[in-house]
């Protein structure tokens, strides 16, 4: 796995062990990164379940203002971290929530902290997971206005096309994922 786009570009990163993450695949990574190539700089970036950290890495080499990764399994923290160091952006503006999504993400909110992009990768092996964390997501205000919300699923996975007033505006199959897109439900579609 290799860093794409700007600062760190060509670095090789390392992918945490085991099952439990599923590391985006380079392939992926850039096409994602090439429909959000005018809006990652001076971004704010959320990268939940965060597994090796390379969507968020990659944000933050791209110029991202802020990268927010959020990942509990330890042995990926300290993947992520050494990513980090081993891409020279330990200085940059970016944090590392050891925590479950679903207790880190409502203290963003009561934070008030609000982000441009914010993706998602849970494991395909939690089927259950998949509808909860996004019901959680349209309840709480951590997406800026002209945002979007992307999650990562297996490809036969059905997302459904709403959650509260975040609406499916684009699907996109990548060999066995496919990608979700959401954004803000426009006054003009009521």
Known sequence: MRIISGSARGTSIQAPEGYDTRPVTDKIRQS???????KIPG??????????????IE?????????????KA????????????????EHSNHEI?????FVALPKLAQNKET?????????????SIFIPIME???????????????IRTRKEKEMPERFGNLVKYREKVYG?????FYRKEEESDV
């Not at 994602?32 to 005018?38: V, Y």
């Not at 944000?59 to 990942?71: D, G, K, P, T």
């Not at 066995?176 to 979700?180: E, F, G, L, R, V």
Request: net charge negative; charged share 20%; with cysteine.
């Open 43 to 56: 971004s704010d970036f959320l990268d939940v379940f965060s597994g090796s950290g390379s969507m968020g």
């Open 32 to 38: 994602l990164f090439n429909i959000w190539q005018w």
């Open 59 to 71: 944000a933050l080499s791209r110029n991202a203002h802020r990268v927010v990764m959020i990942e």
């Open 97 to 101: 929530l050891a925590q479950d999504a």
């Open 115 to 127: 982000f441009n992009l914010i993706y998602l990768d849970p494991p395909y092996t939690v089927d």
């Open 136 to 150: 959680l997501l349209s309840s709480l205000p951590l997406l800026k206005e002209e945002g979007e919300i992307v």
């Open 176 to 180: 066995i994922s496919k990608a979700h």
């Open 74 to 89: 330890p042995k990926a923290v300290k993947v992520i971290q050494e990513n980090i160091k081993k891409c020279h952006l």
